[in-house]
């Protein structure tokens, strides 16, 4: 028996003696009027209800043994087989048959109950045995730790695994943080425990990239030329590049590396005549290089001599829509229109070209009114400026035309206007706005313009924007281009009917342009513009050429990657049957494909996976004889072989995200041991029962008291 005292034992004494007392001395009282037998009743009645009361003050207990079960645990081990585990380890050998000696030295590969789990890993998780282990080859083509982890969880069954062992050097390709890994193995109570393999060293490499696509450029307009040069093991080194236009050199720059691994490099170029040119950023190679077919990047630049119209509407102007029309109205390849509500009902027309009247420029009153423009910008409260009228024309024009609309300031009308429902990506709340600095979703990643943000973002350190609270979730078929810190929706991105419309859920973008750190003239706010306008245009099939038009989505593609191709018609009328497409590999014949009917009849899409890398030409022959032709550069991006150097730091931030650790492999033996410790036969838990709050216990209180207070009436007292 185990007494756990509502209060101080020599309290619940005091207690006892003082009522106790009280109820003897008042019972030997009353009691010279009743007989000895009416007495000693009373009294034993009263002493064993009052006993049972101070009884219950002690709140005994009494303890039973409990029996535990055996739980069942397992161990995974996820082995690194991508190509970068090739490479030297720090003890001479591989880096793979360093983590197989491990495992070997550990013991696990030795297991014969089942406990240890083995799988592989580069693209995805693969399943493996402790006998496929000892062989499996270092040969995947890139790794991709997010999707792999996401692979193991699927894959996951009885018994429950303990944790997770992962054994790799860190690189990892999928641009997604730790901490977001680490989240799905928390989900499922898994730790992970990293091994890292390898040297802070990597081969010496050097590599060039694109890093702009222009669809479009315009005759006599000077157009800039990006590439980012990366140099890995080569610090402070002096690099050459050429750029070469048609195969002839037409200028040349040096890039000093010093401890930096990326470089941009940027060449201004313009052109008298319209027309197609290849151009081709080629670096010198270095000594004692790994790989020299990365040393050389084509894109193509098509010259045309018509420009973008774009329609902007502001209904209440500030420095974002301010600015944004004059990043537009200096670029020579847009003509912008604006109207823009002042105080009233007044709408001022202001078109960037003088030499276009605004006395032509009204609101918009029907879909042929838009027709003209290439693309719509919304500001806020546009309601003011063509009302719900407007608003739906806009709507129509988007969904059936083909159209292309940004809403560059959250919000586009007041929530009260019932309009146009759908026409919107997401809602947005512009009135409750906060700091935020944008980091880009893997799902923008072939998107010029966030490419481009994500890639000098962290160069040009750019300040702190504001950011509009989602009040709904995406809509369908919507697709997420940017985040905030906190992993809030910032741009959405969604095809809507025929056309497509683009939501920017942040303001003060145009701080940008007053980066100490950035140019003025291209700078990344008039860069990142461009960029998005073009790549929207050119995702829709929209030129500003009448007639037929053939476009590929890129100029550069990525081995493995594919390429989509797009026959536009403008202004006229589309052919009876879809084209046929002929694709040619430096002249020699490829493949034939045929287009298949895109978003309406203007549009015919294709798409083609090149096997190898090279130049590509797309050719098409319209019905009225005229020869329509793209090109585009294939070529192989092997980073696993080039950037082999250990990432610790993404190792060590996935496991103690994952509430793991990075561990020695001395170590592996001994923590397998504790995980698996309790799947053993446990000993008996200890379970405390009361026996104070019994019903019986109750029910007798209650019986004495009532059987005292009854026979104390019957025989005349009080």
Sequence with gaps: MIYEPVIPVPWILCIALAVLGTALFYQLRSARRLGPGRSCFLLVTRVLALGIIVFLLFQPSREEKVPVPAREKSIIFALD????????????????DAARADL???????????????????????????????????????????????????????????????LSDGHDFELIPPGETARRTRARDLPVYTIPYGTAESARDISVRIANYHPHTFVRQIT?????????????????????????????????????????????????????????????????????????????????????????????????????????????????????AFTGDRVRPIRSNPERSIDELKPPASVDDLKPYNLVIFGRDVERVIGRDGIKVVETWVKDHGGVLIFSRGQAWSRNEKVAAELEPIEWDTHSAKGARLEVTPQAGSVPAFRLL??????????????????????????????????????????????????????????????????????????????????????????????????????????????????????IEPPATPPSVALFKEDAPVTTLTFSAGENDSVYLAEFTPRETGRYRAQVVTADGKTMTTQFMVFREDMETTETAMDRGYLEQLAKASGGRMIDPSEIGKIVED??????????????????????????????????WYARRRWGLT
């Design 81 to 96: 087989d991508s190509a970068s585990m090739a490479e030297p380890h720090s003890t001479g050998s591989s880096r793979i």
């Design 104 to 166: 070997e030295a550990a013991g696990v590969l030795h297991d014969g109950d089942g406990r240890h789990r083995f799988l592989t890993f580069s693209e995805s998780a693969r399943p493996a045995t402790h006998e496929s282990l000892r062989l499996a080859p270092a040969t995947g083509k890139t790794t991709r730790i997010d999707s792999s982890v996401a692979a193991l969880l699927r894959m996951t069954g009885q018994p429950q695994p303990a944790a997770l062992f992962l």
């Design 224 to 340: 800039r030329l990006e590439a980012f040069v990366r140099s890995v093991g080569c610090p402070h080194e002096t690099l050459n590049v050429d750029l070469l236009c048609d195969g002839k050199k037409v200028q040349g720059a040096t890039v000093e590396t010093g401890t930096e691994s990326f470089h941009t490099v940027r060449f201004n170029v313009t052109h008298e005549e319209a027309g197609q040119h290849e151009y081709t950023f080629r670096l010198a190679p270095v000594a004692n290089e790994r790989e020299l077919s990365n040393n050389s990047a084509t894109t193509y630049l098509n010259v045309i001599s018509e420009r973008i119209r774009i329609l902007e509407i502001e209904g209440t102007p500030f420095w974002d829509s301010t600015f944004l029309r004059r990043s537009f109205a200096r670029n020579d390849k847009f003509d912008i229109d604006s109207l823009v």
């Design 454 to 571: 994500r890639e000098v973002a962290a160069v040009d350190a750019f300040p702190e924007i504001i950011a509009f609270p989602a009040l709904s979730k995406p809509k369908t078929l919507a697709a997420t281009f940017s985040v905030s810190a906190d992993q809030a929706p910032a741009v959405i991105y969604r095809r809507y009917g025929n056309g497509q419309t683009l939501s920017l859920g942040v303001g003060n973008l145009w701080r940008w342009v007053f980066n100490p750190k950035a140019e003025y003239d291209n700078n990344a706010y008039d860069r990142f513009w461009d960029q998005l306008t073009l790549w929207l245009l050119a995702n829709g099939g929209v030129t500003p050429l009448e007639g037929y038009s053939l476009r590929a989505d890129t100029s550069n593609l990525p081995l493995g990657e594919t390429i989509r191709l797009r026959f536009g018609v403008h202004g």
């Design 675 to 708: 995980l698996l410790r309790d799947s053993s036969e446990q000993a008996p838990l200890t379970r405390r029962i009361p026996l104070w709050d019994r019903w019986w216990i109750y029910c007798l209180l209650c019986f004495l008291l009532g059987a005292e």
